[in-house]
């Protein structure tokens, strides 16, 4: 079955350092790479997502760096703050599901220490 | 109200009990998804209708059992579930079901089978 392998499952930031969060994918039906931010006791909800005709895409502190050879996107926080701390989701759409469904990794629960 | 709301936010039901979940969103998309999220494991999705009708039901167990009466509407029963059913149930829609089409989520249902 399809997966997609996130890491590190957990995550400590000093406040002001870099959070840096790994996916690695297998195929894919189309080039859609999603993440999503989870806060506790809410849904998750769309971070930044990029399609990649570039390798890289920034939202403020927030970037998606996407390697197509080697089937891995990362998601870097720059001057990660406390209100960052919640768990993170990349996601990739099912090689063989023309409805756009997203396979999800395991997540990654950021802790940024104050 | 805004967004997705689900109901109720947290459910305790014996194995024998019936229950429903319920969903609504207020957002005018056309699909609506059921996700699972257990503990340290990648969002599971479970059913996908788009107009109210099903287009994936990703090998649920018969326990489960969802109705989509309209657009905005959409509803979890459950039935003789068993211990490993507990998790949090969230509900999620979207603007058409293709690549690029963020998915919204509400704040789920916690639900626990004893």
């Known amino acids: 079955q399809q997966q997609v392998k996130q890491s590190p499952q957990s995550l400590i930031v000093q406040k002001g350092g870099i959070s840096i969060i790994n996916c690695a994918y297998e195929?894919?039906?189309?080039?859609?790479f999603p993440w999503y931010q989870q806060f506790p006791g809410k849904g998750p909800a769309l971070l930044i997502a990029i399609r990649p005709d570039v390798s890289e895409k920034k939202e403020g502190r927030f970037t998606i760096s996407f390697n197509k050879s080697a089937k891995q996107f990362s998601l870097h926080i720059m001057d990660s703050q406390p209100g960052d701390s919640a768990t993170y989701f990349c996601a990739a759409p099912q090689a063989d599901n023309q409805g756009g469904k997203l396979i999800f990794g395991q997540g990654t629960e950021l802790s940024v220490k104050p | 109200e805004t967004g997705v709301t689900q109901t109720p936010r947290h459910l305790v039901m014996g194995m024998t009990n019936k229950k429903s979940l319920k969903c609504e969103q207020h957002?005018?998309?056309?699909?609506m998804y059921w996700y699972k999220q257990s503990a340290k494991k990648p969002l599971e999705l479970m059913f996908v209708y788009n107009f109210k009708e099903q287009t994936e039901n990703n090998s649920v167990p018969s326990r489960f059992s969802p109705e989509c009466p309209n657009s905005s509407h959409l509803f979890l029963h459950l039935h003789t579930l068993q211990p490993e059913d507990s998790a949090l149930y969230l509900c999620?829609?979207?603007?058409?079901?293709?690549?690029?089409?963020?998915?919204?989520f509400g704040n789920g249902t916690r639900l626990t089978v004893t």
């Open positions: 957002l005018g998309h056309n699909a």
């Open positions: 999620a829609s979207s603007q058409g079901q293709g690549p690029g089409s963020p998915l919204h």
């Open positions: 195929n894919t039906a189309f080039d859609y």
